[in-house]
């Protein structure tokens, strides 16, 4: 994968906003392993060769099986201010799912917490006050009405409903445990749904990070990004 393939909705001096593709990390601690942070540095490296090695935040990630939209500081101070608009909710993260079954109400607010597991790269819901647990918010509506984003088909014996998500706060697989938790896993996701065959190879799952909205960190123009529509 090169840096060609990055798919690039917004760049200027201060941020860069692309569609990370499923089955790439965001950023990856393995030395030679492909990741959105090293393509897009090649990427400015070879739009200013003359700069040298450009400087380049993460501010948020996606699960490596997720695809979606992600926004990249390329400065000191873009970072600092997207990630204080990070931490004081001020990033809109809207996702859409794909979920086996129905959930039992149209819209809802899902309210757990959650701790991870670093030996399985696993998180699971908990009781409040287990040591390491951290707080988790998403709300959920179902989408009966286009543009879907996922194939609408149904099978029967396994019928799927797709979910728009807002999260309020970005925990480790936040998404994928707490629609599992509700029994509702997402179709194809290999760590939390048990009707997904385990030995059965790479499997797209069926979760979109779709919409992201946030303040320029130069301009405070409203900056929106969305894959539908």
């Known amino acids: 994968m090169n840096a060609k393939r990055i798919e690039i909705l917004y760049e200027d001096a201060h941020i860069l906003v692309c569609i990370k593709p499923h089955g ?3 950023q990856s601690r393995r030395a030679g392993t492909p990741d959105m942070e090293s393509l897009i540095k090649n990427h400015i ?13 993460v501010i948020h990630r996606l699960d490596q099986p997720v695809k979606g939209i992600l926004v990249f500081a390329k400065t000191p101070f873009a970072a600092k201010e997207l990630n204080r608009q990070l931490q004081s909710h001020g990033f809109g993260k809207y996702y859409r799912a794909l979920a086996d079954g129905h959930p039992s ?10 701790i991870k597991d670093g030996r399985t790269n696993t998180s699971r819901v908990c009781v409040s006050g287990t040591a390491g647990a951290k707080f988790a918010r998403l709300h959920y509506s ?4 286009g543009p879907f984003l996922f194939d609408q ?5 396994a019928p799927r ?6 999260l309020d706060t970005g925990r480790h697989h936040q998404i994928r445990v707490q629609l599992s938790h509700m029994g509702c896993p997402i179709a194809g996701d290999t ?20 919409r992201l909205e946030f303040l320029h960190p130069k301009t405070h123009k409203n900056m929106t990004f ?4």
Request: charged fraction near 25%; charge should be negative; glycine fraction near 8%.
């Open 105 to 114: 109400q149209k819209e809802g607010t899902l309210e757990d917490y959650l």
């Open 45 to 57: 490296c070879q739009s200013a060769p003359e700069k040298g090695e450009p400087y380049l935040a």
């Open 191 to 210: 760590k939390y749904n048990p009707n997904v065959h385990k030995d059965g190879g790479w499997q797209n799952i069926c979760l979109c990070a779709y």
């Open 153 to 157: 088909s149904q099978d029967d014996d």
């Open 226 to 229: 969305h894959l539908l529509g």
């Open 142 to 145: 179902v989408v009966e009405q």
């Open 24 to 26: 790439l990390p965001t």
């Open 161 to 166: 409903t797709e979910l728009d998500i807002r």
